[in-house]
Nanobody, 124 residues
Framework: QLQLVESGGGLVQPGGSLRLSCAAS????????IGWFRQAPGKEREGVSC????????NYADSVKGRFTISRDNAKNTVYLQMNSLKPEDTAVYYC?????????????????WGQGTQVTVSS
């Protein structure tokens, strides 16, 4: 059974950086694209970024372009989300998810497996 575990969240000041990790087990990395999603209080869950199975294609939400970078290391079964220049609006629970396709999308209904989430709080 595929499992995803997020880590790296925490409290950071505006303008700071965090790197989130998504460790996967129980699957072959080549068969799954990985996406990062987030949900803030009172708001619907939104797609943040995703990466294709081989890492050659990525997508980002407009709100994080130029600030966040997604990458993956299939040998380590891990996907990363480097978050720079963080803003209070980035505060949310961040989830990683997997879909059994090569291409990644920022639409969460297509993702079959989800992690438990990690809290990111951007505040002074």
């Amino acid at each position: 059974q595929l499992q995803l575990v997020e880590s790296g969240g925490g409290l950071v000041q505006p303008g700071g950086s965090l790197r989130l990790s998504c460790a996967a087990s129980g699957f072959t990395p080549d068969y799954y694209a990985i996406g990062w999603f987030r949900q803030a209080p009172g708001k619907e869950r939104e797609g943040v970024s995703c990466v294709s199975t081989s890492g050659e294609s990525t997508n980002y939400a407009d709100s994080v372009k130029g600030r966040f970078t997604i990458s993956r290391d299939n040998a380590k079964n891990t996907v990363y989300l480097q978050m720079n220049s963080l803003k209070p609006e980035d505060t949310a629970v961040y989830y990683c998810a997997a879909r059994p396709f090569r291409r990644c999308v920022l639409s969460d209904p297509s993702y079959d497996y989800w992690g438990q989430g990690t809290q990111v709080t951007v505040s002074s």
